[in-house]
């Protein structure tokens, strides 16, 4: 009787792994991609780069090694893709008897190839620079919360295998941010991330919640093979959309995934989404034994923590002196808290779920006591004078109509909730004197009657500098310069010190009343109808029946669209805090360290240009010296191209 159970628990678990094969093929080209991603993975670090071809990624051409300064890389990758391009071209000019060394070495690497494809191989040299050190470092981080991920995959009937995705989308970083807008270890877009039941403001963002957004992610892949019928398809499609998966697998009559890739023919169909795969499966394959390639690996200790529900609305400042746990251990446990959080005295949502390094229960229940009776002490400041909150006005709007930070605004009117503010209501205005510094230096050799060493005098402290006027000034300052005989597609300008103020300027929220309770707005970068219904408190269909538009329409950037609204100041501040989070977020991550000309090619549209070069839109408007510049485009239009560096630290 053993035997017969032990029989089919052997055949039970062959099954599966014969299954599991199926479900992931890994044949003919698709094995060569996923070596090459793999060598990407394991042989090299992000200093640097192999040159290949982009059509078969396995053809290495050379591999070179980058220093730090962001413009030496650049020339460094500029003139060995030149010598390449250069030996190509000879190569498609001459018979094989007629080669140099160089061309010898180059034609036993590809082989022989007809001239057309020669030239197409020196136009299309692509540069890939090395993932080994930040994959390592994911691969510690993804022992975090892996059994968390097995189990929900579990649950939703997702492959296992399925649980090093995160590899690809971001490294299991949980506080990813893509230059457009995809957060977390999933790398959600808001967009998604709302569908998904996701709930991000300006306090929270949920995508970045290893918990939430591994449920969401495993759903996603679930609802996508429920379209597909197909893993690998499924997959692809959490980088390509299920919609252009099934336009691909339509189009082709076949669900094969190399058929699809080698064959399928979109513009958006590119080198990422042809290669997300591969890549994928390449970290399948070094994940399920990460010691063979990295021999002195060990499985990091079990992650561990301890959650304290905080009873009352609290800043992290309050909460972290309460319990006596750094504001650093806290964001690092609590990775769903936006940095904004952290910075500024902003109070987290009542019966928030707190995780904590692991600790007694006693010690829980004692925590969440102790801020319960916490008592809160105001700042102490003189009053100005009393403002009567008017219709469509904000804590936002008062901060800066009188010059006084908001922080101070909320404390110095204890606002426990800074959404409930009405018209009619009465806010306390705080003194907007500044503080003032007495300068009595022991030794100087400025005179003894200057005014400085006068003790009765009030010393203000010097106002900050307006970055964006100084950003606004060196535009300027370039585009007088540029001349006819310039080449714009080799123009640069380096901002050495550009760090842009985070700033709304470049929008229009303007916001006008047509009748009660119903206003026109104008569409502004990333705004969707959801949104609208999100921040208005209404069914989007409302929106829609506002606009007379039917299901399937579509909003369009600059749009006027009318919106119903019954508290129009909670309206405007949670549409401002969705523009102003998304600065954030992307400067927290990103620099701005060049400028490049662009003139437009013939053909070329806005949406081409920012896919091409992974921008958001509100970036490439706010670069241009004139924010018309986008509303259209005509061929032998010069516009500015910001380029885009990962911060140091968010690098590896």
Not at 141 to 156: A, L, N, P, Q, W
Not at 297 to 321: D, G
Not at 606 to 630: E, F, M, T
Request: charged fraction near 30%.
């Amino acid at each position: 009787m053993k035997c017969i159970l032990y029989l089919g628990l052997f055949l039970l678990t062959f099954s599966y792994t014969a299954l599991a094969s199926e479900d992931f093929p890994v044949e003919g080209e698709m094995r060569q991609r996923v070596d090459f991603w793999k060598r990407v993975y394991t042989e090299i670090t992000y200093d640097q780069a192999f040159l290949h071809d982009p059509d078969e990624p396995w053809v290495v051409y050379s591999t070179v090694d980058l220093p730090k300064p962001s413009r030496q890389r650049l020339r460094i990758l500029r003139n060995e893709k030149k010598r390449l391009q250069k030996i190509l071209r000879s190569m498609a000019k001459k018979t094989e008897s007629e080669f140099n060394l160089d061309e010898k070495k180059m034609f036993r690497l590809i082989g022989d190839r007809p001239s057309a494809r020669l030239y197409e191989m020196a136009r299309e040299i692509r540069v890939q620079n090395g993932l080994k050190k930040r994959y390592y470092q994911g691969l510690i981080r993804s022992y975090r919360y892996m059994d968390f991920i097995k189990s929900t995959f579990r649950k939703y009937g997702v492959p296992q295998r399925g649980r090093f995705l995160p590899h690809v989308e971001s490294s299991f970083n949980y506080n990813a941010y893509s230059k457009v807008g995809a957060a977390g270890m999933w790398q959600f877009m808001r967009s998604t991330g709302r569908i998904y039941g996701l709930k991000i403001n300006y306090i929270i963002d949920e995508r970045r919640d290893p918990f939430k957004a591994t449920d969401a992610a495993a759903r996603l892949l679930r609802d996508n093979y429920r379209q597909l019928n197909s893993w690998p398809l499924a997959f692809t499609a959490y980088n390509h959309g299920a919609q252009s998966m099934k336009r691909a697998k339509r189009t082709l009559g076949t669900d094969n995934i190399n058929t699809i890739i080698q064959k399928y023919k979109n513009r958006r169909f590119g080198f990422a989404s042809k290669n997300f795969y591969a890549t994928f499966m390449a970290t399948v394959e070094i994940s399920e034994d990460p010691e063979k390639y990295f021999p002195s690996f060990t499985p990091p200790p079990r992650f561990e923590f301890s959650i304290v529900k905080v009873p009352k609305s609290l800043t992290l400042s309050q909460i972290s002196q309460t319990i006596d746990i750094s504001l650093n251990t806290l964001k690092e446990y609590n990775p769903e808290i936006r940095r904004s959080a952290f910075r500024s005295p902003l109070y987290m949502p009542r019966n928030f779920n707190l995780k904590i390094p692991k600790t007694s229960q006693r010690l829980v229940t004692e925590y969440s006591k102790t801020l319960k009776d916490l008592k809160i002490q105001r700042e102490k400041l003189s009053l100005d004078h009393v403002h009567v909150i008017g219709r469509g006005e904000s804590l936002y709007y008062l901060s800066k109509l009188y010059r006084v930070s908001l922080q101070n605004l909320i404390e110095f009117n204890n606002i426990v909730n800074p959404r409930r503010i009405y018209p009619g209501m009465k806010i306390k205005i705080p003194s907007n004197k500044k503080k003032v510094a007495i300068v009595t230096p022991k030794k100087s050799n400025i005179p003894s009657d200057h005014p400085m060493l006068r003790p009765d005098l009030k010393v203000e402290a010097k106002p900050r500098e307006n970055n964006f006027e100084k950003y606004s000034q060196l535009l300027t300052s370039m585009f007088s310069s540029i001349t006819k005989e310039e080449e714009p597609r080799d123009s640069f300008v380096l901002l050495e010190d550009y760090n842009p103020e985070i700033s709304l300027d470049s929008y229009l929220l303007d916001v006008v009343e047509k009748r009660a309770g119903l206003y026109q707005i104008h569409v502004e970068p990333d705004e969707t109808l959801g949104h609208y219904g999100e921040w208005a408190k209404i069914k989007t269909q409302s929106v829609r029946n506002a606009n007379r538009m039917s299901y399937r329409s579509h909003i369009r950037l600059g749009q006027k669209l009318l919106i119903p609204v019954k508290d129009i100041e909670d309206f405007n501040k949670e549409r401002l805090e969705f523009h102003l989070s998304q600065q954030e977020d992307f400067y927290s991550n990103y620099k701005v360290i060049n400028l490049k000309e662009y003139r437009i090619p013939r053909g070329m549209t806005l949406s081409r240009i920012l896919y091409d070069n992974s921008l958001p839109y509100w970036l490439l408007r706010k670069v241009q010296k004139n924010q018309n510049d986008l509303n259209t485009l005509n061929a032998g239009q010069v516009i500015l191209l910001p380029e885009v560096e990962e911060i140091a630290d968010a690098e590896e």
